[in-house]
């Protein structure tokens, strides 16, 4: 039986419901008059169902539907009374958009109560493309998608489409148009949802339907009054195509239909009053820090010049945080060409362009930008030319201008050094970025104790203004390792940059390349191939299209050290090639300069093309710390040309230096190629020496790459075991020389760790993906705290440090490989 619309009468409802019973029972004689007839009360008309429920001669199921429109308090508690007395050969099915007010918490701890919610009844993507299947409706895999996108798997919104589907000349196009607009979709939500609310609460839907997400108070500010809170929760519950956004039930969105409707009804009714209520909104979300979601309501009021200045207040904290996504959004609602008007815009383009690595479109943005600057209000004027000068410090930076880097960074200093109170914090963001830039381009240019003083500054700035992406961009250049800095202390600072990023949901920037690319090299200097790989993958991954020069350097480099380790000669060659192509793009030197060109040359030279490799040295100079490399590549083309002496005579300008100037990893190389000479020349016991000198240099890093590199095997086997005091770090070169696995610092981690958790398990299958921690929190239906708790566990079981540690330990077991569950 259906329960009659707004019943209030107990004894009519009671007399329904036995009606119904009496009407299935085949004992029951067809001629007995109908039970509201009968003069019988509600209590006594409850009884009487009771009975003839339990004198069914078969089971009964007895359906209440519509339980929703029951206002009656006797007849509630009196189906509390027929939910309790059931007879055991009946079941009963309550049908209601919303719970009903009875206690079922016994039955639930009973288990004697099945639910069937709102979200059971929806249908999934695959059940709408049933659907439409069925219906004979042709419609692509991305059209079907998209319908159940708008519909959220809705039945009524997929009927009601499926309907007006039905001989449609273009299916695709209806399905990219639909939406709560539709005819079909506005009669049925304003005949079975809008005009059944009370008049306070259709003026509450209609005002507040222009957001995307509202809380009480946002709502009690567009329609003017309070007590909307109460009024979503209500909704919510009576599943009134109002949804809850979090655990506490705060905040709420619409259905998209519900909202498309809403919002068209908004516009028919209440014309008038649109452009205030999204400046209402505007206000809000302004006064919350939320300036996505005000710009764009203060466009949709016309306001164009507010929101362009919104856009600059606030474009250079988004550049800082790592936002393009946030800036491209906003800009995409501006008119096209509308920075040509407004520096403010005109600013906020250069930051998004300069994020996609469009840099030549960068300079004509600012050039737009420093023609208004003039004409701009005194108070703003300034601000305007203290940014534009960090953007010209960025680009300088990425286009490889090393002293342009360095000049604007003597501007900011300048620009900055009077800071009034109010321009305080700016002043120490736009600092932060300047020695961010400079750090960095210290770091490239190989003056590592300036870089390290400010990049360390930066990133203590950057926190102490609560800056994550900042921070975790100045981290991610401190793990370089140098003769101030051992490998091991460089590799744990590129851990912890990469931990911090993936902590901030951060670890999928492009800003992280140089970190990994330095992981990459450290672990390919330890002998750490495998290790070594992953992490230039992921590098290359994140890189943008258009990777900045000297960055690019560096991840060739890595690439080609890596094929140099497996002896893949060739794409050596290819990926050193590469990178002196990058390194032609700077106006500076870059500290690997020496490096990629001696190792170049050595690689050509090894693959019998000499005349190359002299090519590639034709020229070089450099100051004599870096000329290691070049002496060490000139030694390989003299062995190759046959000449071992004189490939002796200029390792010597390495060797006969006391103390050394050049780095250990330079020093391993010379003392192997020495060792390599003498064998040549027949002197083993020298070349033993040189062995052990080379064993002794790489030991406290323990550089293996060198030995392989120089491909020192015969060298090595000069060298009997027990007169080398590096056992140790011989037997690892002597296997990975072999061919054998590479060893590696964590090998102690392949106990078998504590069992993971079914919970914790589902977490792990998303780490291999490129999905960052919201979305996979999204894709598990669970709240971002649950999947940050899932995934420090899962590090603390595997012993992993970050992201990709964790899922190769968890490869190595098996645990992604397998299927487990």
Excluded at 105 to 123: K, N, P, S, T, W
Excluded at 134 to 162: F, H, K, M, N, P
Excluded at 205 to 227: H, I, K, M, W
Aim: overall charge negative; glycine content about 6%; hydrophobic content about 45%.
């Amino acid at each position: 039986m259906s329960v009659e619309r707004d019943q209030q009468d107990a004894q009519r409802f009671w007399a329904a419901v036995l009606d119904a019973v009496r009407g299935s029972a085949r004992s029951v004689d067809p001629e007995a008059p109908p039970a509201a007839a009968a003069g019988l009360d509600a209590d006594q008309l409850l009884e009487r169902v009771l009975s003839e429920l339990s004198e069914q001669l078969e089971p009964g199921v007895l359906i209440i539907d519509d339980l929703h429109e029951l206002k009656s308090a006797d007849a509630l508690a009196q189906l509390e009374r027929l939910v309790s007395a059931l007879p055991s050969s009946a079941r009963l099915v309550l049908s209601s958009r919303r719970d009903p007010p009875i206690r079922l918490h016994q039955l639930r701890l009973a288990d004697e109560v099945a639910e069937i919610r709102a979200g059971d009844l929806r249908f999934t993507e695959g059940e709408t493309r049933e659907l439409l299947a069925a219906s004979a409706i042709g419609l692509s895999d991305a059209g079907a998608a998209a319908l159940y996108q708008r519909t959220e798997g809705w039945a009524a919104g997929l009927r009601l489409a499926v309907i007006s589907l039905s001989g449609h000349s273009d299916p695709e196009r209806f399905v990219g148009e639909f939406s709560g607009t539709d005819r079909a979709i506005g009669e049925y939500l304003m005949a079975e949802m809008l005009e059944r609310q009370p008049s306070e609460v259709q003026s509450m839907l209609l005002r507040t339907s222009l957001v995307d997400r509202l809380n009480g108070e946002l709502a009690d500010v567009l329609t003017g009054r309070s007590g909307s809170e109460q009024m979503l929760l209500e909704l919510e519950d009576a599943n009134a195509f109002v949804v809850s956004l979090d655990a506490e039930r705060t905040w709420f969105r619409y259905h998209q239909l519900l909202a498309d409707f809403l919002r068209l009804e908004l516009r028919r009714t209440l014309a008038d009053e649109v452009s205030d209520l999204h400046r209402r909104a505007a206000r809000w979300f302004t006064d919350r820090g939320d300036v996505v979601d005000a710009v764009r309501h203060t466009l949709a009021a016309g306001d164009w010049a507010d929101a362009a200045r919104l856009v600059a207040d606030h474009s250079f904290r988004w550049v800082l945080d790592g936002e393009a996504g946030t800036i491209d959004a906003v800009l995409e609602a501006f008119p096209e060409g509308a920075s040509a008007d407004h520096p403010d815009l005109a600013l906020a383009h250069a930051a998004a362009v300069l994020n996609h690595g469009r840099l030549e479109d960068v300079a004509a943005q600012l050039a737009l930008a420093e023609n208004h600057i003039q004409s701009a209000p005194p108070a703003r004027r300034r601000r305007l030319a203290v940014a534009t000068a960090s953007l010209r410090l960025a680009l300088a930076r990425r286009n490889g201008q090393f002293t342009e880097v360095i000049e604007q960074v003597n501007l900011l200093d300048a620009s900055i050094s009077n800071e009034s109170n109010e321009q305080l914090a700016m002043g120490n963001e736009l600092r932060a970025v300047a020695l961010l830039n400079l750090g960095i381009v210290e770091t490239w240019t190989g003056r590592v104790g300036d870089a390290e003083r400010h990049l360390s500054e930066g990133a203590a700035l950057a926190r102490t203004i609560g800056g994550p992406y900042l921070e975790v961009s100045c981290r991610a250049y401190l793990g370089f390792p140098s003769k101030l800095v051992s490998v091991a202390t460089a590799r744990e600072r590129g851990r912890q940059a990469l931990a911090l990023a993936e902590r901030h949901g951060l670890d999928d920037r492009p800003i992280l390349a140089p970190a990994l690319g330095a992981l990459a090299g450290m672990a390919i200097w330890v002998g750490e191939f495998d290790e070594a790989e992953r992490y230039l993958r992921r590098a290359w991954e994140i890189a943008e299209a258009r990777i900045d020069p000297a960055g690019a350097v560096l991840l060739h480099a890595a690439t080609g050290m890596l094929h140099a380790g497996r002896e893949e000669h060739d794409a050596a060659l290819q990926a050193f090639t590469a990178a002196e192509r990058a390194e032609f793009l700077l106006t500076g030197v870059h500290a690997l300069a020496s490096r990629v060109t001696g190792w170049l040359a050595a690689t050509q030279a090894r693959l019998g093309r000499t005349d190359d490799a002299r090519a590639t040295l034709s020229g070089f100079s450099a100051e004599p710390a870096r000329m290691g490399d070049i002496y060490n590549a000139t030694a390989v083309i003299r062995m190759a040309d046959g000449d071992p002496a004189a490939a002796l005579d200029v390792l010597a300008e390495v060797l006969g230096v006391t103390p050394p100037i050049v780095p250990a990893f330079t020093i391993v190389e010379s003392h192997l190629l020495a060792g390599l000479a003498y064998l040549e020349l027949g002197d083993r016991r020298a070349a033993a020496a040189a062995a052990e000198a080379a064993l002794a240099a790489a030991e406290p890093d323990r550089l293996i790459f060198p030995f392989v590199m120089t491909q020192a095997a015969e060298l090595l086997d000069a060298l009997p075991r027990h007169e080398t005091a590096h056992r140790a770090l011989l037997g690892d070169v002597v296997e990975l020389l072999r061919g054998e696995l590479a060893p590696s610092a964590d090998r102690e981690r392949l106990l078998k760790p504590e069992e993971l958790s079914p919970s914790e398990l589902r977490v792990l299958r998303y780490l291999p993906t490129n999905l960052t921690r919201p979305e996979i929190a999204q894709e598990l239906y669970v709240s971002i705290n649950t999947v940050n708790t899932h995934i420090r566990n899962v590090y603390a079981k595997l012993g992993a440090r970050d992201r990709s540690s964790a899922v190769q330990r968890a490869r190595d077991l098996r645990l992604l490989s397998t299927g487990r569950s």
